[in-house]
C-alpha cells in the first residue's frame, strides 16, 4: 500500500506553465508505476500520463503529448507532472495513482491507490 498527496495546483492563465507534484509514502512507492488522472468539470475522469518504476518508460493522453512531462524521484517518493502552454480545455481536479501495472494501461481500475487530487483551472 501507498499513500499519495498531491499539491501545487492553482490558477493559470492560458499558456502558463504549473508544476504538480505527488507526494508518497510507504515502502514499495519505487515498485509502482505511477499515473496522473484528470476530471474536468462534467466530465469522465481520464487517463494523463504514465511513468514506469525505473523512470525510463512514460506514456502520455494525446491531448497532453507534447506539453505535459511526467517524472519521478524514487529517492524522495515523489512524481511530478510538468503542465505547459496550459489552456482552458486542461481546467480538472488532477489526481495520482499508484499500481502494479503496465506504463501503456490508461485504465482508471488499473490502479489501486489514489490521492484526493489537486485542483487546476485555466483561464483564457
Known amino acids: 500500500q501507498v499513500q499519495l498527496v498531491e499539491s501545487g495546483g492553482g490558477l493559470v492563465q492560458a499558456g502558463g506553465s504549473l508544476r504538480l507534484s505527488c507526494a508518497a509514502s510507504g515502502r514499495t512507492f519505487a515498485s509502482y508505476t505511477m499515473g496522473w488522472f484528470r476530471q474536468g468539470p462534467g466530465k469522465e475522469r481520464e487517463f494523463v500520463a504514465a511513468?514506469?518504476?525505473?523512470?525510463?518508460?512514460?506514456y502520455y493522453a494525446d491531448s497532453v503529448k507534447g506539453r505535459f512531462t511526467i517524472s519521478r524521484d524514487n529517492a524522495k517518493k515523489t512524481v511530478y507532472l510538468h503542465m505547459n502552454s496550459l489552456k482552458p480545455e486542461d481546467t480538472a481536479n488532477y489526481s495520482c495513482?499508484?499500481?502494479?501495472?503496465?506504463?501503456?494501461?490508461?485504465?482508471?481500475?488499473?490502479?489501486?491507490?489514489w490521492g484526493q487530487g489537486t485542483q487546476v483551472t485555466v483561464s483564457s
Open positions: 511513468i514506469g518504476w525505473t523512470g525510463t518508460s512514460t
Open positions: 495513482a499508484a499500481g502494479m501495472v503496465p506504463v501503456r494501461n490508461s485504465q482508471e481500475n488499473a490502479y489501486s491507490n
